[in-house]
């Protein structure tokens, strides 16, 4: 598969997991699968701040580049809508998954230094620390739920 993925996983909790597995009513595969929708919808939101998600700004075209856009149609990342459209999130068990199948979306999240291409990383993929509240507060909702 070409593309780019960002994956959130349970490294480390695997005695925890196995621990909550045992109350009546868990669902680790429901979890991950709404851990992975919530960092989709984050991600998106990356389209329209064009925040990284250490909450550093993209770099912003070059004045050549900025040049030849259409600003009403335009903005970083987003021409016709492709990439953004493309950002699926899914779950694996104990992980949950967020990217694009797009062929040039690591082009975009890791920059072109590589290839030559002088394209900046603005990197959209990833948790940030606002992620990990939300995450947080999903699973302590979740467990309480379970718990009452």
């Given amino acids: 598969m070409t593309g780019v993925t960002a994956s959130l996983t349970t490294l480390g909790l695997d005695d925890a997991i196995r621990k909550l597995g045992a109350l009546a009513g868990f669902d680790m595969a429901q979890l991950a699968d709404e851990a992975g929708a919530l960092l989709e919808s984050s991600t998106r939101r990356r389209f329209e701040t064009k925040i990284?998600?250490?909450?550093?700004?993209?770099?912003?075209?070059?004045?050549?580049?900025?040049?030849?856009?259409?600003?009403?149609?335009?903005?970083?990342?987003?021409?016709?809508?492709?990439?953004?459209?493309?950002?699926?999130s899914y779950a694996t068990g104990t992980a949950a998954h967020v990217g694009s199948n797009l062929v040039y979306a690591a082009h975009h999240q890791f920059g072109g230094d590589e290839i030559g291409s002088g394209v900046p990383a603005r990197p959209?993929?990833?948790?940030?620390?606002?992620?990990?509240?939300?995450?947080?507060?999903?699973?302590?909702?979740?467990?309480?739920e379970l718990l009452q």
């Fill in 124 to 144: 959209y993929l990833g948790v940030s620390a606002e992620d990990e509240l939300d995450i947080s507060d999903l699973v302590t909702g979740r467990l309480t």
């Fill in 52 to 88: 990284d998600p250490d909450g550093a700004a993209w770099t912003p075209w070059s004045e050549a580049y900025d040049d030849t856009r259409d600003h009403d149609r335009h903005s970083l990342l987003v021409s016709d809508g492709d990439l953004l459209d493309s950002i699926q």
